[in-house]
């Protein structure tokens, strides 16, 4: 028998009515769930509490790796099996890492739950990885990161993580690195298995058209304990001292990218709603003060936008511009314009008001998606440990004021405090 905690049941301020619930079984994997039965499909998936953060210098990458590994094949299933699985009937299956977490996903027609619980449950827990088809992945990817380091807008992120968070785990690159990926053997692979895929740091989280206790069922029957428990490791404590640095790295490219942030503040912090609606209005969409300023006023660049990263313990903030090799100069100096304005002067009522509406919109919108509700589930708790409601998220929306924007703005927009990556076209190339 599965022990069940009290159901929430509540009601969102969207024409979308909510049913929530939660159950934690005997041995530590908590489902959550969220019924809506005028649908005819159904996304899970199951979050493990693991991702790059929990790596070291030698093994860093090993977790994206392990993800990889899982759809080579399990005892049960071969490779061809496991990619027919659930395209043969109309499905989706895939799987992320991020630094604190990796996720198994699926999107299925309701009738075909059973069909995801089973094969996930069988990717996560009973892989084969085969010591030639270790070696055949390494090539994969080995390919994936050399795609990514001729991806100039995405790699550029990672030098900006190793500088923000200097030589903590948050630092790495959640690929890894070639040197690592190429030494990995099976016993790694399995070690690091046996020592995070454990079912107290399992979430299994599902949204659209499900009966909570059909799935408890299901877990229960898939997802079998076998009584060892392990100890994981304690994360280290997130960076409070703040790390700064400049780096430029010339490429063989046309166009110029600049990226720079700092530290910010984590998922927990009761600035995260500020922080949130201040990254809106100055770096989110066309209407932002970063796009009409550097984009429509002045013509100095075509992608431009900041981000909040939010953590469990800590996180980051940041601002990204492409650019000519000319106006690299030029267009981080109206950037720190637009900083300081947000730290001197409080944000105009309306404009407030204005993030506020496309901030609550934006989200609204997303609950369309049942894989981006079924995103929220699983994360949410996994940050909190529970199920933060609509009606909530909007209320800690609307509460906030002028001077928490202010008072955001000048915590953080220290350029003292600011780490800046530059990537410019060699012999001063330009479009």
Not at 95 to 121: G, M
Not at 237 to 244: A, D, I, L, T, Y
């Amino acid at each position: 028998m599965h022990k069940s905690s009290t159901s929430v049941i509540a009601k969102s301020h969207s024409s979308l009515n909510m049913n929530y619930h939660k159950t934690v079984l005997p041995n530590g994997i908590r489902i959550v769930t969220e019924e809506i039965p005028y649908l005819r499909s159904v996304s899970v998936g199951v979050w493990i509490n693991v991702g790059s953060r929990d790596e070291d210098e030698k093994n860093n990458g090993i977790t994206h790796f392990i993800e990889h590994m899982v759809f080579k094949g399990t005892e049960r299933f071969s490779n061809q099996q496991i990619a027919r699985s659930l395209e043969s009937v109309g499905g989706y299956l895939n799987a992320f890492t991020t630094k604190e977490h990796t996720c198994f996903y699926a999107r299925i027609l309701d009738e075909h739950l059973q069909t995801a619980i089973d094969v996930i449950s069988d990717l996560i827990q009973h892989p084969r990885s085969e010591i030639k088809e270790i070696e055949k992945e390494k090539l994969v990817v080995l390919e994936e990161l050399k795609n990514i380091e001729d991806d100039p807008d995405e790699i550029i992120h990672d030098h900006l993580d190793q500088n923000v968070y200097f030589k903590h785990p948050l630092g790495f690159p959640i690929i890894g690195n070639a040197e690592n990926i190429k030494k990995f053997s099976r016993d790694d692979l399995f070690l690091h298995i046996q020592h995070h895929f454990t079912p107290k740091e399992m979430v299994v989280a599902a949204a659209g058209n499900l009966k909570h206790e059909e799935l408890v069922s299901l877990v229960t029957k898939f997802f079998n304990s076998n009584g060892q428990e392990r100890t994981v490791s304690k994360r280290v404590q997130g960076p409070r001292r703040v790390h700064s640095n400049k780096e430029v790295v010339e490429k063989p490219i046309n166009q110029a990218y600049v990226c720079m942030g700092t530290l910010g503040y984590s998922v927990k912090s009761r600035m995260r709603y500020p922080l949130l609606i201040l990254n809106t209005l100055l770096g989110d969409g066309m209407s932002c003060r970063l796009f009409q300023n550097i984009r429509e006023k002045y013509g100095f660049a075509y992608a431009v936008y900041s981000f909040a990263n939010l953590l469990s313990d800590t996180g980051s903030f940041g601002i990204y511009v492409g650019t000519d090799n000319n106006n690299i100069d030029r267009s981080i100096e109206l950037i720190h314009k637009e900083l300081d304005k947000l730290k001197m002067k409080p944000v105009g009522k309306a404009e407030l008001e204005r993030t506020k509406t496309q901030m609550k919109g934006n989200m609204m919108l997303g609950l369309e998606n049942m894989s981006n509700r079924m995103m929220r589930l699983g994360s949410g708790e996994l940050y909190f440990g529970e199920y933060l409601t609509l009606d909530e998220v909007l209320k800690s929306i609307n509460a906030v004021g002028q001077d928490m924007i202010q008072e955001v703005a000048n915590n953080i927009f220290k350029m003292d405090n600011f780490s800046t990556v530059i990537f410019k076209s060699k012999n001063g190339a330009s479009n």
